[in-house]
């Protein structure tokens, strides 16, 4: 099977700095995109960032010029550099991937969640 795991998160005073991490695991032949999303108390999940195989990246243009995306194709790891954190960045952080894994009968595709991470960011 196929797992995300989320790593980085915590509690950080405005216009401080965190580093989300999630690394998929399994056995994964190919990781096409993968994306951060984040969903604050009682507003529904959304896009913060993606970023494809080939590196090319959409930003929330909420985020944009403050939160960077980058991705370790070796170890099937994306990685969400936040600065200047705001008060209203505080949300669960979930990574997102969109892969195709093997099986005992061949290759298939998948989209997977991880856990969550916790981001708060105090004023």
């Known amino acids: 099977q196929v797992q995300l795991v989320e790593s980085g998160g915590g509690l950080v005073q405005a216009g401080g700095s965190l580093r989300l991490s999630c690394a998929a695991s399994?056995?994964?032949?190919?990781?096409?995109?993968m994306g951060w999303y984040r969903q604050a108390p009682g507003k529904q999940r959304e896009l913060v960032a993606s970023i494809t195989s080939g590196g090319g990246t959409d930003i929330a243009d909420s985020v944009k010029g403050r939160f960077t995306i980058s991705r370790d194709n070796a170890k099937n790891t994306v990685y969400l550099q936040m600065n200047s954190l705001k008060p209203e960045d505080t949300a669960v952080y979930y990574c997102n991937a969109n892969l195709n894994y093997y099986t005992i009968y061949g290759r298939r595709p998948g989209d997977y969640w991880g856990q969550g991470t916790q981001v708060t960011v105090s004023s």
């Open positions: 399994g056995i994964i032949f190919s990781i096409n995109h």
